[in-house]
């Protein structure tokens, strides 16, 4: 019986196949420019950290669909998200090397793109899918509209790109309605979900919080008005308090239509695990709220990144997939918001002395799951 064979590095990083796949169209990288080279490196270095990405986040998505999620294993989830924003992070520091594409340079070899674009990206679909950005809030894209059309063959056959996308998509819950999901379950003033009169509590906490949240307000609003001596400024101002109040009774009271009881489950319970964060119970709970926070930051600041470099490198010109460049990456880094409610949060919070007492906060000790 043979000895098994020593490992190199080369082989365990496959390092010869990875460095032969730089050729683009032309499979023979001798024969591009160095400028072009650079441009395929960079985007399959993109690639390659979007692949990262989808691992981490399916493995935190699983973690959340679990009926009971035991507090211990909310470190290793944070753990998996911090990491995700922290790829994002270097990803987007990557544009620098782009950025070092002279215009003339990139115009050289631009037209053997057209008509392939980065929204044919499948990954980055794939990555926005799984969080759980809404198909309602997609922006049209190109000639094509929509962003599946665009991942056709030329000859308008299903592309292996198109087979990932529709996999994602069928691979469900996303990561946003796994979280809501474990939000539902978090058990407000000591009062579980399936609890009797889970609901009547919950508004009660609701109600409590509101008037807490009023008199802050109240008296908020009377030193800014005293700090005035413009009338109409005053009248603006009171206009002001009184939409915030009444945009914060809307968000924890929501309609149907948004969600209706079941949201104001979910939305109370990221306030209530912002608000009593010290309580052991809540502690990794609330680094959890914190890490999806930095992910979406992270997320939309490479978005936002991408627009200037191509702005600086081409201007404002036609994508090469027909879009309008950056115009289209910059609405998109504004309107693709996945968790907006985890943000609206922040808006509400109290500072410590004003904030409600918690009703049987021994329940929040440590325990073994929630």
């Given at each position: 019986m043979s000895e098994p064979r020593a490992t190199t590095y080369w082989d365990f990083i496959r390092v010869d196949d990875l460095i032969a796949l730089q050729g683009g169209l032309a499979d023979d990288e001798t024969k591009l420019s160095n400028e072009e080279v650079l441009f395929i490196t960079v985007h399959q270095v993109f690639e390659l950290w979007f692949k990262l990405i989808l691992r981490e986040l399916r493995s935190a998505r699983d973690l959340f669909q679990r009926e009971r999620v035991a507090e211990q294993e909310l470190s290793g989830v944070a753990d998996r998200l911090a990491r995700v924003t922290t790829i994002f992070r270097v990803a987007t520091h990557h544009f620098e090397v782009v950025e070092t594409l002279g215009t003339r340079e990139y115009l050289e070899f631009r037209d053997k793109l057209m008509p392939a674009s980065g929204f044919q990206s499948a990954q980055m679909r794939m990555m926005e899918i799984l969080l759980g950005l809404e198909e309602s809030e997609r922006i049209p894209f190109g000639a094509e509209g929509s962003y599946m059309a665009a991942l056709l063959e030329p000859d308008g056959s299903e592309s292996p790109s198109m087979a990932r996308v529709k996999a994602q998509l069928a691979d469900t819950p996303t990561l946003k309605e796994a979280i809501d999901g474990w939000l539902y379950r978090t058990p407000i003033d000591g009062v579980g979900h399936d609890a009797p009169g889970a609901d009547e509590h919950l508004q009660a906490f609701i109600e409590r919080f509101l008037a807490a949240h009023g008199a802050e307000s109240d008296a908020s609003a009377q030193r800014a008005m005293s700090?005035?001596?413009?009338?109409?400024?005053?009248?603006?101002?009171?206009?002001?308090?009184a939409k915030e109040r009444e945009s914060l009774h809307a968000f924890l009271n929501p309609s149907e239509?948004?969600?209706?009881?079941?949201?104001?489950r979910i939305r109370t319970a990221m306030l209530f695990i912002e608000t009593y964060r010290d309580l052991p119970l809540l502690a990794w709970p609330r680094e959890i709220l914190s890490a999806v926070i930095a992910l979406e930051q992270a997320f939309l600041v490479f978005r936002q990144r991408h627009a200037r470099m191509v702005e600086r490198v081409i201007g404002r010109r036609t994508g090469t997939g027909g879009s309008s460049g950056v115009q289209y990456l910059d609405d998109t880094a504004l309107a693709y918001r996945?968790?907006?409610?985890?943000?609206?949060?922040?808006?509400?919070?109290?500072?410590?002395?004003?904030?409600?007492?918690?009703?049987?906060?021994g329940f929040y000790g440590f325990r073994a799951g929630n």
């Open positions: 700090l005035t001596r413009n009338s109409a400024d005053v009248a603006r101002l009171r206009t002001m308090y239509e948004e969600g209706g009881r079941r949201r104001a996945i968790f907006r409610d985890l943000w609206a949060v922040r808006a509400i919070l109290l500072k410590p002395s004003a904030t409600p007492p918690i009703e049987n906060p």
